[in-house]
């Protein structure tokens, strides 16, 4: 016969157990009704600005000059995901309904990131992997270039940084690096075109739209540097995305 000890014991592991079933289940119809609602509402879209952001953070993560840095990096995904199998299994394991959703988001993902591999930071160089995200010209590091957009020419001195790509239908972008001085004056022709306040940074710029060309300009105070990008057809969104991931 059981002592009662052993039978306080059982009840608490029975109560638990009745317990989690109930939020796991609940959970999985939250879920799911949420994926329903998700798939179904066209504004629950992603929008591209977001997802080119979300690109140029991760390139930023891993480029070169952190190496050492990607390694730890990976090693709290690593254990994050270990964490987060270890609370689900338990969940899985009482509600069938949670395990399908489950088994649908990770259906889901796989087909987007099959791209992704988890190296070892020990073995392979991961800055090396990444390499090709990142270029840099003449002090100017570019986390983003438009596809087809190729390096021509460019120079640095102690007070200028410029750069200019060109793809093969003779389209062009010129990025010009200056460091500032209040006192000065500089000509930027804003008075032709459709100007918009645009934000780079932490700082408002003045982008002008004339004829198929693009002339971008702001300036960073904390740097004391003054930023020139002209550009021949491209997207308003495709300028600011390389103004953004601009360093210098």
Not at 90 to 103: G, N, Q, V, Y
Request: glycine fraction near 4%; charged fraction near 20%.
């Amino acid at each position: 016969m059981r002592t009662h000890r052993e039978l306080l014991d059982n009840y608490h592991e029975a109560s638990w157990a009745l317990a989690m079933e109930r939020v796991a289940i609940r959970q999985g119809e939250e879920a799911k009704a949420l994926e329903e609602r998700l798939n179904s509402d066209p504004a629950a879209a992603v929008p591209t600005s977001t997802a080119e952001h979300c690109k140029m953070a991760i390139r930023r993560a891993f480029r070169p000059n952190r190496a050492k840095r990607a390694g730890a990096i990976l090693s709290k995904v690593l254990i994050a995901a270990l964490l987060c199998a270890l609370m689900t299994s338990a969940a899985c394991a009482l509600s069938p309904d949670f395990r399908a959703f489950l088994a649908r988001v990770f259906y889901s993902v796989a087909e987007t990131f099959t791209a992704i591999t988890l190296r070892d930071p020990q073995v392979e160089d991961v800055g090396g992997i990444q390499e090709n995200a990142v270029h840099i010209y003449h002090g100017l590091q570019f986390e983003w270039i438009p596809e087809g957009y190729e390096y021509t020419d460019g120079n640095e001195t102690p007070k200028t940084q410029w750069a200019a790509f060109q793809n093969s239908q003779l389209a062009y972008i010129q990025v010009r690096v200056i460091d500032y001085n209040s006192s000065f004056a500089y000509n930027f022709d804003s008075e032709s075109g459709t100007v918009t306040e645009v934000a780079v940074g932490a700082f408002m710029g003045q982008l002008v739209e004339k004829e198929g060309q693009q002339s971008l300009y702001w300036v960073d105070t904390q740097k004391n540097k003054s930023v020139f990008i002209l550009a021949t057809d491209l997207l308003q969104e495709e300028l600011l995305q390389v103004a953004r991931g601009l360093i210098y």
